[in-house]
């Protein structure tokens, strides 16, 4: 219900001046709407939330619906989102394939010599092309033999031979999000990074079994 009630809400006020007032007014009947059974209105108030409207409004909408409260549901939304429905499911797969796919296909369109921020332009249109809607973080980073971090902004750095690249995009689709990176490596490639690479693989052929379990 708080969730319906601050949706409904932010709808409300998302109008014109002309008609701010008037559907104010009815931004007020949705609370007193639904049964009274404890007097309290849920909405999300703790750090990394956002309740979709202006705070000026959110503080006179709680004012005007006194004797009714509005308090803080965030761990009751929490709670509920951490269990996904087969449709929630099904749409952080398709954006998940939909950027495997831009990296798949990254290497086809690569130049070397090109910087960190012209490729990272390239992948970020590859992911609309291929079906996100958003790609609002793409993270890039290179350096001969290895990057120094993963969560750079892409540079004018030139990637060469003997970098290894990492990419990381956050992209949307259908209002849910895919957050993986993945590297790369410009042959020739060293030693160095070969061993590298192998000791990461069997790592995560350790971890894989551990990180399935139900």
């Known amino acids: 219900m708080a969730q319906y009630v601050v949706g409904r809400a932010r709808h409300c006020l998302a109008v014109s001046s002309t008609r701010r007032r008037r559907n104010f007014t009815a931004c007020q009947r949705i609370p007193r709407a639904p049964r009274r059974r404890f007097g309290r209105i849920g909405a999300e108030l703790r750090a990394e939330t956002r309740i979709g409207m202006p705070i000026n409004d959110f503080l006179r909408l709680s004012a005007e619906i006194q ?16 269990i996904k429905s087969s449709a929630e499911v099904s749409r952080v797969a398709a954006i998940c394939r939909i950027a495997g796919e831009a990296f798949a296909t990254l290497p086809s369109y690569f130049i070397a010599g090109e910087s960190e921020r012209a490729l990272a332009q390239k992948f970020q249109a590859n992911l609309m092309l291929q079906g996100a809607e958003k790609t609002p973080y793409v993270a890039m980073s290179s350096g001969l033999n290895g990057y120094l971090s993963g969560s750079t902004w892409p540079s004018d750095r030139s990637i060469a031979d003997g970098d290894v690249l990492m990419i990381d995009t956050g992209s949307r689709l259908g209002g849910y999000f895919c957050d993986f990176n993945r590297n790369f490596a410009v042959a020739p490639v060293s030693d160095e990074v070969r061993r590298a690479q192998a000791a990461l693989i069997r790592a995560a052929a350790v971890m894989l079994p551990v990180a399935e379990r139900p």
């Open 67 to 82: 004797p009714l409260q509005m308090v803080d549901a965030t761990p009751a939304f929490r709670q509920v989102r951490q």
